[in-house]
Nanobody, 133 residues
Framework: QVQLAESGGGSVQAGGSLTLSCATS????????GAWFRQAPGKEREVVAS????????YYASSVKGRFTISRDNARNTLYLQMNSLKPEDAAMYYC??????????????????????????WGQGTQVTVSS
């Protein structure tokens, strides 16, 4: 059984930085799209960034491009999201996800399903990011 566990959220002032981590337990036997989503109160869950497992190709939402960096450590089975120059509008619950079903082209374009369910996809429990102005 694959499980994802986020950590690293917290409260920062605008302009500050945070690094989120997503540790994966269990074995994912295929190439997949690792992604970070976020959801603010009253808003839909949105893709922030994604990275494909076998080639490291990334996608970033326009709102975070140049400020956030997604990366992975395959040896540690961990996905990261480095967030710099944080803005109040970045405040949200952040979720990591592993999408085993979408084709690579969807990962490269950030066109990922919000309806991931095992065994085709997995979610972490979320970590809260708060940004004060």
């Amino acid at each position: 059984q694959v499980q994802l566990a986020e950590s690293g959220g917290g409260s920062v002032q605008a302009g500050g930085s945070l690094t989120l981590s997503c540790a994966t337990s269990g074995y994912i036997h295929t190439n997949y799209c690792g992604a970070w989503f976020r959801q603010a109160p009253g808003k839909e869950r949105e893709v922030v960034a994604s990275i494909f497992s076998n080639n490291g190709r990334t996608y970033y939402a326009s709102s975070v491009k140049g400020r956030f960096t997604i990366s992975r450590d395959n040896a540690r089975n961990t996905l990261y999201l480095q967030m710099n120059s944080l803005k109040p509008e970045d405040a949200a619950m952040y979720y990591c996800a592993a999408d085993l079903e979408s084709p690579p082209s969807d990962c490269y374009s950030g066109s990922l399903s919000r309806q991931l369910r095992p065994p085709f996809g997995y979610w972490g429990q979320g970590t809260q990011v708060t940004v004060s102005s």
